[in-house]
């Protein structure tokens, strides 16, 4: 999740594509006739494309897997629907927001700033509230990033090996020489974009979740080095992406064999969406784990705690918090809100992460949920590696085996995501 404050793309609600997505009932998921059936009748549509049988290089109007469909409704269409047997609910398709451009707004500028500041006074020693001793520092060395020292990584036997993580994002540089002879499956599902990362933050995201042991230059940044990467473009090079194709994402990573699909992204609104809670509810029945960031509409500098957007409040969904250097929330960093699924599940290493950036640059150094997300995704497949552990059953062996903090639940939920044997 991205915001102009920490160097990602940030989370916009009120954009709309002018499309509908149609959540369908459990009975018609898996009865692909009788989906696209009832789908052409609540929408009018001569021919529904299923993604059961669609070309590469289409859109489908049905997401087979997932039970939902996309499609332009008229307002009767859409009443119509609502009062359908056959409909959990009718959405409008939402556009997330990333950066504008690919350079930094002079509003990011003095809100990082802002951050930077606040975070830098309580880490160079401000002793609290209380009179409390400042917490020590955990700084990156010239062989390992923080994170992966605080999270267990760095001793941890697992590598990954044998584990699919898809990270859903701006796309990848696959000419990257840190990722030179590594397995990656790509796909844009951006019309027009090829999988590239122009914007650096899915590149930086993949970094972290499954970057390589032995970078060429460089400390160590990346968790699940021998992992199967799935890199899905769902955000295109304007730092924006619909709803539509991240759910066409979730559905092609679970077809391709992920067992963690790991999206730093979303939308600040204070409510759950049935089509990404049924998504990640299917997704955790095919033994299949969505992590999401939480959000960065916090400014807790300020006194504003911000909530979990979506699609991380989604019950069926992992968000993910973000901590600092000295193990205390992040100043973006999201707080549980009151809707059924709000809360933050876990927390992860999110300020100044050093990871990989797309060439000529190559790696860079960045802040936000999103940066916390491919911690806990690269860590969740060390797990299934050491256990065997799949959907719902990793997803408890992650909250029980993370490190409680002297912070509310409601900030970093079970705690700070650790590696096994750490």
């Known amino acids: 999740m991205v915001d102009p404050r920490t160097a990602e793309p940030a989370r916009a609600g009120g954009t709309h594509t002018g499309r509908h997505l149609l959540v369908l009932r459990d009975d018609l998921v898996g009865d692909d006739a009788a989906a696209r059936a009832a789908v052409g009748e609540l929408t009018g549509l001569a021919e529904v494309t299923s993604s059961r049988d669609r ?12 039970g939902v469909a996309v499609a332009e409704l008229d307002p009767d269409r859409v009443r119509s629907a609502r009062a359908d047997r056959r409909v959990l609910s009718v959405e409008p398709e939402r556009v997330l927001r990333a950066l504008t451009g690919p350079g930094l707004s002079a509003e990011y500028l003095r809100g990082f700033a802002d951050a930077a500041t606040f975070l830098a006074g309580r880490a160079g020693g401000d002793p609290g509230p209380a009179g409390a001793p400042p917490a020590p520092r955990i700084a990156d060395t010239d062989q390992l990033t923080w994170g992966l020292q605080v999270t267990g990584v760095d001793v941890c036997p697992e590598t990954g090996a044998g584990i699919a993580v898809a990270v859903l994002d701006s796309g990848f540089d696959l ?3 840190d990722f030179a002879g590594r397995e990656i499956e790509s796909r844009s599902f951006v019309d027009g974009q090829p999988v590239h990362d122009v914007a650096g933050h899915g ?10 042991l032995a970078p060429g230059t460089g400390r160590r940044y990346g968790v699940a080095h021998e992992a199967r990467l799935l890199v899905g473009k769902v955000l295109g090079d304007d730092g924006s992406g619909t709803d539509a194709g991240i759910l066409e994402g979730i559905e092609w990573a679970i077809g391709a064999g992920a067992q963690i699909v790991s999206m ?3 939308a600040d609104l204070n409510e759950v969406s049935t089509a990404y809670e049924n998504a990640g509810r299917r ?3 095919a033994g299949v784990l969505i992590v999401a960031a939480a959000g960065n509409n916090a400014e807790r500098s300020a006194g504003d705690t911000g909530f979990v957007g979506v699609p991380a409040n989604s019950p069926s969904i992992m968000a993910v918090g973000a901590v600092d250097p000295v193990l205390a929330i992040a100043d973006f960093s999201a707080a549980a809100s009151s809707v059924d699924g709000g809360q933050v599940d876990i927390a992860g290493p999110g300020v100044d992460v050093y990871s990989s950036w797309p060439l000529p640059q190559g790696t860079n150094t960045i802040s936000g949920t999103s940066m916390a997300t491919p911690h806990v995704s690269g860590i969740a497949a060390l797990w299934a590696q050491r256990t065997g552990a799949r959907g719902r059953e990793l997803w408890t062996g992650l909250t029980r085996s993370a490190q409680r903090l002297p912070l509310s639940p ?6 700070l995501v650790r590696a096994p044997g750490a």
């Open 55 to 66: 070309a590469a290089d289409t859109h489908p109007t049905l997401l087979s897997r997932l």
């Open 175 to 177: 000419a990257h020489p």
């Open 203 to 212: 590149t930086h995201c993949a970094g972290t979740a499954c970057g390589p």
């Open 264 to 266: 730093s992204l979303g």
């Open 283 to 285: 997704a955790l029945d």
């Open 410 to 415: 409601d900030d970093v939920g079970a705690g």
